[in-house]
């Protein structure tokens, strides 16, 4: 257990409604991650987070945004819910230590857009 | 642009039955390779990671090995409860630390 925590764990929403996820992890660690994951596709990178306050996009990152205002906490935003989001997301953080670095999943939120 | 490819798709192996999924990845500069194995509904559950060729790590009845091309999960012995989907994602030198994933490998073992 790497201390994340993923909320809500599932939602159904209607298509143009907003919608957030929270990742809260407990152990200070400095790079967290939102992936999402489709049947056909895997795991595909939606945005990552290296600090506080700083955000980078991957490789499916429209209609998506993200907040990190503190080291615990990395929000993903849908602005405007569309069907095509219709996913199962997962945050991820990574551990490094001297051994090297793991990087730990949160157990998933379900998103269905209707 | 970073890429990974997992053979075959499914698996059905017999109790018992010892097998190797592959993974093959193209990277710019190799950090790390990482294997996971995923129950339905659950998130991925971390396994291995591997950082050069050569390297081999094991637990239990999982053994991962790595080349500069390719890493094998070879699974000896299994058992019904290894039956899971196996993911495997590669991690380049330099920045975010983020993984690119294959599309995973269904294991299934049958009693």
């Known amino acids: 257990d790497a201390g994340i925590t993923q909320s809500p764990r599932h939602k159904v929403t209607e298509t143009g409604t907003p919608v957030t996820l929270r990742c809260h992890q407990t152990?200070?660690?400095?790079?967290m991650y939102w992936y999402r994951q489709d049947p056909g596709h895997g795991l595909r990178l939606i945005h990552y987070s290296y600090g506080v306050k700083d955000t980078d996009k991957g490789e499916v990152s429209d209609g998506y945004s993200v907040s990190r205002s503190k080291t615990e906490d990395f929000l993903l935003t849908l602005e405007s819910a569309t069907s095509s989001q219709t996913s199962v997301y997962f945050c991820?953080?990574?551990?490094?230590?001297?051994?090297?670095?793991?990087?730990?999943f949160g157990e998933g939120s379900w998103l269905t857009v209707v | 642009e970073d890429q990974v490819t997992q053979s075959p798709e499914a698996l059905r192996l017999q109790e018992g039955e010892s097998s190797s999924l592959n993974c093959s990845y193209t990277v710019s500069g190799l950090r790390g390779l990482f294997w996971y194995r995923q129950d339905p509904g659950k998130g991925p559950e971390f396994l291995f990671t591997l950082y050069s060729a050569g390297e081999e790590k094991e637990k239990e009845r999982l053994k991962a090995t790595l080349t500069k091309k390719e890493s094998f999960l070879h699974i000896t012995a299994p058992k019904p409860e290894d039956s899971a989907t196996y993911l495997c994602a590669v991690q380049a030198q330099g920045g975010s630390e983020k993984l690119v994933f294959g599309k995973g490998t269904k294991l299934t073992v049958n009693p």
């Open positions: 991820a953080i990574s551990a490094g230590s001297l051994s090297g670095n793991t990087i730990y």
């Open positions: 152990e200070n660690h400095r790079y």
